[in-house]
């Protein structure tokens, strides 16, 4: 598969396959080199307990590796790719994680989504390559099923008051829009004034590895 989530600035990485022919699990390098960083932030933002619903969970890598490491939380995947969605359940089988879920097909321009409830929203890796309306989207469903206080903590490449923060994301947000005029780094400033319209306050912004953000945002009472 060649999944654009996949592929690092430098256009390097990209998906591979499980060890046999019918094992539907799909791995991606990058997944190995970011997780510990957004452990770190995760750890500190999120509930105690309660259901964390991750948006675009690709490859099913990070549900596993966050789960393990944030029980008691409840890990609830999904993905709008059939091929992710059955990654994630494989990978969750032969881990034996008890505390993830089955994934939801939930397209993030598409609602309602199939879950009613979660204690704190988590995306990785998805607005930079997709449409706006799928960051309109996302904040409008979890707007629908997070308590006020809810933290939602987004990763990836953002701009900064129209600004890249490096020279490389530039490089990537240009290759983005070649293959997809309606995909790009995002700006924080335009990320934050959709989240306000849906309820959600810019809370904290970290400065993560490889010129990445995590954006937490808060739901408002």
């Not at 994934?103 to 879950?115: C, E, F, G, Y």
């Not at 449409?131 to 309109?136: G, L, N």
């Not at 490096?166 to 995002?186: P, Q």
Request: charged share 20%.
């Amino acid at each position: 598969m060649n999944d654009p989530r996949y592929h690092s600035m430098d256009g390097e990485d990209g998906l591979s396959s499980g060890e046999q022919p019918c094992d539907p699990r799909l791995h991606a390098p990058a997944t190995q080199r970011n997780r510990e960083p957004i452990l770190d932030v995760l750890s500190r933002v999120l509930p105690g307990s309660g259901i964390v619903l991750e948006l675009a969970s690709g490859t099913g890598e990070h549900a596993i590796w966050l789960a393990q490491h944030l029980r008691p939380l409840v890990w609830q995947p999904s993905d709008a790719d059939p091929d992710m969605r059955r990654s994630i359940d494989a990978h969750a089988r032969l881990a034996g994680a008890r505390n993830i879920r089955p994934a939801l097909a939930i397209d993030v321009t598409s609602r309602p989504w199939p879950i009613e409830f979660a204690s704190a929203a988590v995306c990785v890796n998805l607005l930079h390559i997709s449409p706006w309306t799928a960051t309109e989207g996302m904040f409008a469903g979890c707007a629908e099923i997070l308590p006020a206080g809810a933290p939602i903590a987004i990763y990836g490449p953002f701009k900064r008051h129209g600004q890249h923060t490096a020279e490389s994301n530039a490089r990537f947000d240009s290759s983005l829009r070649a293959s997809d005029s309606s995909w790009g780094v995002r700006d924080v400033d335009d990320v934050s004034t959709v989240a306000e319209r849906h309820g959600f306050v810019l809370e904290e912004i970290v400065e993560m590895p490889a010129n990445n953000l995590i954006l937490v945002f808060r739901r408002q009472g």
